[in-house]
């Protein structure tokens, strides 16, 4: 299983940006994105289940990031809307082989490498 993260960068607050996570080798029941900012935990950002049929969203990013897959090519999407400064973070993608929907990091079987998001002011 091979988890492909790119997209991220420099921006100034307000801006956009999209992350991609191309990922091969296996057939997954959740995806979702999470983020870690320098001396803090990892911390949920958002899931969804393989079908698209329900999303999480951690209660800072709800309205501004989405989350999507393409189904033509097993890419994963995080779209960030109005990025703020406290969103700056290295973002990691994760997938789940089995099971639901869920927030907790441990539940992952497979992650990408992070993508540095870095939002000035």
């Known amino acids: 299983v091979q988890l492909q993260v790119s997209g991220g960068g420099l921006v100034q607050a307000g801006d956009s940006l999209r992350l991609s996570c191309l990922a091969s080798?296996?057939?997954?029941?959740?995806m979702g994105w999470f983020r870690q900012a320098p001396g803090k935990e990892r911390e949920f950002v958002a899931s969804?289940?393989?079908?698209?049929?329900?999303?999480l969203y951690s209660e800072s990013v709800k309205g501004r990031f989405t989350i999507s897959r393409d189904n033509r090519d097993n890419t994963i999407y995080l779209r960030m809307n109005s990025l703020k400064p406290e969103d700056t973070a290295v973002y990691y993608c994760?997938?789940?082989?089995?099971?639901?929907?869920?927030?907790?990091?441990?539940?992952?079987?497979?992650w990408g490498q992070g993508t540095q998001v870095t939002v000035s002011s």
């Open positions: 994760a997938v789940r082989r089995r099971g639901s929907i869920t927030t907790s990091d441990r539940e992952y079987d497979y």
């Open positions: 080798g296996s057939t997954f029941s959740v």
């Open positions: 969804m289940d393989w079908r698209g049929s329900r999303k």
